[in-house]
């Protein structure tokens, strides 16, 4: 959390001040409170985590098989010798 905070524009210099008594610095206090006090939560339905995860990395790598055979199909060269489809492919 404290990753996403300082990369959002809602990061502040005194993120990492000590502002309570007991030396802690006003952004730790501010993740703590924010854990603490927070009931809704995204929970998944139906299998468990892992399966989720699994799920996406399959569809990403039918995806990218996909990509890589219309690359193939369509591969020409450019005056330069080099591959269109693949100067394409890496822009992406």
């Known amino acids: 959390m404290d990753r996403l ?3 959002s524009e809602l990061y502040r210099a005194k993120w990492d ?3 309570y008594s007991d030396g ?3 952004g730790d206090a501010t993740i703590e409170r924010a854990c603490r006090i927070t009931t ?3 929970t998944p339905t139906g299998g ?3 399966e989720t995860r699994d ?3 399959i569809e990403r790598l039918a995806r990218d098989v996909a990509r890589l055979e219309h690359a193939i199909e369509t591969t020409t060269s450019d005056r330069d010798g080099i591959a269109v ?3 394409l492919l890496n822009q992406q």
């Open 48 to 50: 468990d985590a892992s």
């Open 85 to 87: 489809s693949e100067v």
């Open 24 to 26: 802690r610095a006003y």
């Open 17 to 19: 001040d000590p502002h």
């Open 55 to 57: 799920e996406t990395d």
């Open 40 to 42: 809704d939560v995204y």
């Open 5 to 7: 905070f300082r990369d």
